[in-house]
């Protein structure tokens, strides 16, 4: 009996450590198995480092350009002598494929439209509720065809005319330059007197004295003066100091250009250096969106 139990006893721990044994059987894992496993990691990271990639370029591509363009009644002179409504810088440029956030500011108390058929742009332009003060109406679009595509206004202005600038280039109608280069295109405006203040009292301004551009591509900034004093648009933050030439002539405004690239992002402060809003005691100059303001760089 005793033999009996002793032969079960060494039966069964045989039989446990060759379980043992089985369990730590499987071969290890081959150089030709290891290797492809690594291989098989890095294309999986490739691929998540080049989807990342091209989200980042996806979201740097869809960086709108921003364009600025102010209507003003009774301003710019005409070759029949007389000063008419007019989109001062009713023509400009954009880039393909890049969405555009137009700002339009309107110092006429009057209504307005931008409409672009072939661009299928029908813009409202809301009117001025207040002297001096514009109002302000924006839109994104984005141009998916390069060429020339003409704009006209379709509510009734220049009434005083005969609705002659609703006729004419460059007043109540324009051109969009649609084209491949990566090229941002600003525009100012300067007049006297024109823009109202918190303080009652209208003053020496740029329309718009703020704005915004993206980092790392080429702008060109381009300045339409009124008046008949001269300015400067001075940034040292973005290496710019721009002079700015008076007009000679009512109604025709001196335009100044300037290109810059900026490399790097953040809020950069632009002033007027000359000294300008003379009756009000320069108030304009210290004040922001007047004859000083911002350049938001993204």
């Known amino acids: 009996m005793k033999k009996w139990l002793t032969a079960i006893a060494f039966a069964t721990v045989a039989s446990i450590t060759l379980a043992g044994c089985g369990q730590n059987t499987a071969a290890p894992a081959s150089a030709d198995q290891s290797a492809k496993s690594a291989a098989q990691q890095t294309t999986a990271q490739t691929k998540q480092d080049s989807t990342a990639s091209a989200t980042d370029t996806n979201t740097a591509a869809q960086q709108p350009q921003n364009v600025n363009l102010v209507v003003e009644p009774g301003m710019k002179l005409g070759p029949d002598g007389k000063l008419h409504d007019a989109f001062i810088n009713g023509d400009f440029t954009v ?13 006429d108390d009057g209504t307005h439209t931008l409409t672009a058929s072939d661009l299928n742009l029908d813009v409202k332009v809301q009117g001025s509720k207040k002297k001096g003060e514009p109002g302000v109406t924006t839109v994104t679009f984005t141009p998916t065809k390069t060429g020339t595509f003409n704009w006209i206004c379709k509510d009734p202005c220049d009434g ?6 609703m006729a004419h280039q460059g007043y109540m109608q324009g051109k969009i330059t649609v084209t ?12 006297a007197g024109y823009k109202l203040g918190p303080d009652g009292k209208l003053h020496d301004a740029f329309t718009p004295g703020n704005f915004t551009v993206n980092s790392g591509e080429p702008v060109e900034l381009t300045i339409f003066n009124f008046d008949d004093g001269k300015h400067t648009f ?9 002079q700015i030439s008076g007009s000679t002539k009512k109604g025709e405004p001196s335009i100044t250009k300037v290109t810059f690239t900026p490399q790097k992002s953040g809020k950069f402060q632009w002033n007027c250096t000359l000294k300008c809003d003379g009756e009000n005691q320069e108030w304009a100059m210290s004040h922001n969106d007047y004859m000083m303001g911002d350049v938001t760089v993204k």
């Open 234 to 242: 001075t940034a040292p933050g973005l290496n710019v100091n721009a």
């Open 160 to 165: 005083e005319n005969n609705q002659w600038a």
């Open 180 to 191: 491949d280069q990566k090229v941002q295109h600003v525009s100012m405006v300067i007049n």
């Open 95 to 107: 880039t393909v494929g890049q969405p555009v956030k137009l700002t339009i500011y309107n110092y």
